[in-house]
């Protein structure tokens, strides 16, 4: 009963959500120029079939060919007010609470050397001062990698790198490679590679074939985590078959597609294994009724877990694909059927293991998000996002303004407000609401 009513409530939310996005629809009618902001880049896929001749990816244009070094990248200043809510359930009675204000300077530095034949050295570096209630400072490698190719047959990538590893924009179940997930309230953030070497053969437009050799905290060739992926063409339909294999772990098996109907894009992604990889919260009642918890691992049991997702864009006004809006449900088989959140003793042993993975903890999660472009003004774009554990009945609204007075320099209004009784996954911490300001130039 009490998952049911959950469900409701996290569905009224994305309700109102929707609803405040409708009406502010009309405020955006000018018909202007559309370069400011373009949804496809949010929800585009980077790991598609492509023509040996035409590909980009790997380092094959002509462009790319040439030899050269060039310095790009993006210099920002982040402020974030967040007001702390009443009661949560990792309130300290004997700690006076306040609203905290965090800021970071951040240079996110783009290094890229290329020489002949398709030879590419790339470097992806954040410098970090964090200001406010915080002060710490911070320096971050997220990619360092190598390209060449053999015969323009065969591409290799070696070091830390980020891979496009499955279809979906939020959740990935079938990307079985990087060690970062993406981020709701910072969907633009710069996620962090992981070491390794990639190779990549394609077969002309319709087949492509991947492999990964996971490095990352290796210590003996043994322990290299293995990773490959099928990409083929049926009809308009792309898929891929993939796996994943690491001595001393169950494999991981992974299928994915993407798809249109009915001018929908459609995406779709499923993982599978005889048995979780990761530790999980165990709840144990004793013959007098007292209840405790530990960590275990799930074996001998099939674990699937699987996530659908659509986009539609809409016209308005003479303008194409004006507003954007996309969907997307994940089902976690080896996630929790109970709020996990609700009391101090189940979350102490979630946190204190380190085996809370956010937006992954529960079986049922949704999230739509959606954007207008040349939002009131030309330069100004406007997006409204939510997600909900649809376990807890805990959820995120999430809004943005964007302002893009010149070409290369952006200003961003957010708000975030954290829905739930203080007692599930969204509100557990003990901030409410979020107000954020943040300053974007791109070099």
Same mark, same amino acid.
């Given at each position: 009963?009490?998952?049911?009513?959950?469900?409701?409530?996290?569905?009224?939310?994305?309700?109102?959500?929707?609803?405040?996005?409708?009406?502010?629809?009309?405020?955006?009618?000018?018909?202007?120029?559309?370069?400011?902001?373009?949804?496809?880049?949010?929800?585009?896929?980077?790991?598609?079939?492509?023509?040996?001749?035409?590909?980009?990816?790997?380092?094959?244009?002509?462009?790319?060919?040439?030899?050269?070094?060039?310095?790009?990248?993006?210099?920002?200043?982040?402020?974030?007010?967040?007001?702390?809510?009443?009661?949560?359930?990792?309130?300290?009675?004997?700690?006076?609470?306040?609203?905290?204000?965090? &800021?970071?300077?951040?240079?996110? @530095?783009?290094?890229?050397?290329?020489? /002949?034949?398709? #030879?590419? %050295? *790339? !470097? =992806?570096?954040?410098?970090?001062?964090?200001?406010?209630?915080?002060?710490?400072?911070?320096?971050?490698?997220?990619?360092?990698?190598?390209?060449?190719?053999?015969?323009?047959?065969?591409?290799?990538?070696?070091?830390?790198?980020?891979?496009?590893?499955?279809?979906?924009?939020?959740?990935?179940?079938?990307?079985?490679?990087?060690?970062?997930?993406?981020?709701?309230?910072?969907?633009?953030?710069?996620?962090? &590679?992981?070491?390794?070497?990639? @190779?990549?053969?394609?077969?002309?437009? /319709?087949?492509? #074939?991947? %492999? *990964? !050799? =996971?490095?990352?905290?290796?210590?003996?060739?043994?322990?290299?985590?293995?990773?490959?992926?099928?990409?083929?063409?049926?009809?308009?339909?792309?898929?891929?078959?993939?796996?994943?294999?690491?001595?001393?772990?169950?494999?991981?098996?992974?299928?994915?597609?993407?798809?249109?109907?009915?001018?929908?894009?459609?995406?779709?992604?499923?993982?599978?294994?005889?048995?979780?990889?990761?530790?999980?919260?165990?709840?144990?009642?004793?013959?007098?009724?007292?209840?405790?918890?530990?960590?275990?691992?799930?074996?001998?049991?099939?674990?699937?877990?699987?996530?659908?997702?659509?986009?539609?864009?809409?016209?308005?006004?003479?303008?194409?694909?004006?507003?954007?809006?996309?969907?997307?449900?994940?089902?976690?088989?080896?996630?929790?059927?109970?709020?996990?959140?609700?009391?101090?003793?189940?979350?102490?042993?979630?946190?204190?293991?380190?085996?809370?993975?956010?937006?992954?903890?529960?079986?049922?999660?949704?999230?739509?998000?959606?954007?207008?472009?040349?939002?009131?003004?030309?330069?100004?774009?406007?997006?409204?996002?939510?997600?909900?554990?649809?376990?807890?009945?805990?959820?995120?609204?999430?809004?943005?303004?964007?302002?893009?007075?010149?070409?290369?320099?952006?200003?961003?209004?957010?708000?975030?407000?954290?829905?739930?009784?203080?007692?599930?996954?969204?509100?557990?911490?003990?901030?409410?609401?979020?107000?954020?300001?943040?300053?974007?130039?791109?070099?």
């Amino acid at each position: 009963m009490k998952n049911h009513m959950c469900l409701k409530h996290s569905l009224n939310i994305i309700i109102i959500t929707f609803f405040l996005l409708l009406i502010s629809v009309p405020l955006s009618a000018q018909d202007i120029d559309d370069e400011i902001f373009n949804e496809d880049d949010l929800f585009s896929d980077s790991d598609i079939v492509v023509d040996t001749e035409e590909m980009t990816d790997e380092s094959v244009t002509s462009e790319a060919d040439k030899p050269g070094f060039s310095i790009s990248g993006l210099l920002y200043n982040t402020n974030n007010y967040s007001i702390r809510r009443d009661e949560y359930v990792l309130k300290d009675p004997d700690v006076d609470d306040e609203d905290i204000f965090v &800021g970071d300077l951040t240079a996110n @530095i783009l290094l890229e050397a290329r020489y /002949k034949w398709g #030879i590419k %050295a *790339f !470097a =992806n570096t954040d410098i970090i001062y964090t200001y406010g209630d915080v002060d710490d400072s911070d320096q971050f490698m997220r990619e360092l990698f190598f390209d060449f190719n053999i015969n323009r047959a065969v591409y290799v990538r070696i070091g830390k790198q980020y891979l496009k590893w499955g279809r979906n924009f939020f959740w990935n179940p079938s990307d079985l490679i990087n060690v970062e997930k993406q981020d709701f309230l910072d969907p633009d953030k710069n996620l962090e &590679g992981t070491r390794g070497v990639k @190779i990549h053969v394609p077969f002309g437009t /319709k087949y492509n #074939i991947y %492999a *990964f !050799a =996971n490095l990352e905290d290796v210590d003996a060739i043994e322990e290299v985590a293995w990773s490959g992926k099928f990409e083929f063409l049926v009809g308009d339909t792309e898929m891929a078959f993939s796996g994943w294999y690491q001595k001393g772990f169950e494999p991981v098996f992974g299928y994915d597609f993407s798809t249109r109907l009915f001018r929908v894009d459609i995406q779709g992604e499923m993982s599978i294994s005889h048995g979780e990889n990761q530790d999980s919260l165990l709840r144990v009642t004793d013959d007098a009724g007292n209840v405790s918890y530990t960590t275990t691992r799930i074996e001998d049991k099939w674990i699937p877990k699987a996530s659908i997702g659509f986009t539609k864009t809409f016209d308005l006004f003479d303008i194409n694909d004006r507003i954007s809006i996309r969907g997307e449900f994940y089902y976690n088989h080896a996630g929790y059927s109970y709020n996990v959140f609700e009391d101090q003793q189940s979350l102490s042993t979630l946190l204190g293991s380190g085996i809370y993975e956010p937006n992954h903890v529960s079986k049922y999660y949704a999230a739509f998000f959606t954007g207008i472009q040349r939002f009131i003004i030309t330069e100004a774009s406007f997006n409204l996002n939510v997600i909900s554990n649809l376990t807890d009945g805990s959820s995120i609204i999430y809004s943005s303004f964007t302002y893009n007075p010149w070409y290369d320099f952006f200003i961003n209004l957010t708000a975030s407000f954290s829905v739930g009784d203080g007692r599930d996954e969204y509100t557990f911490t003990g901030s409410d609401k979020t107000f954020g300001l943040e300053f974007r130039y791109h070099f």
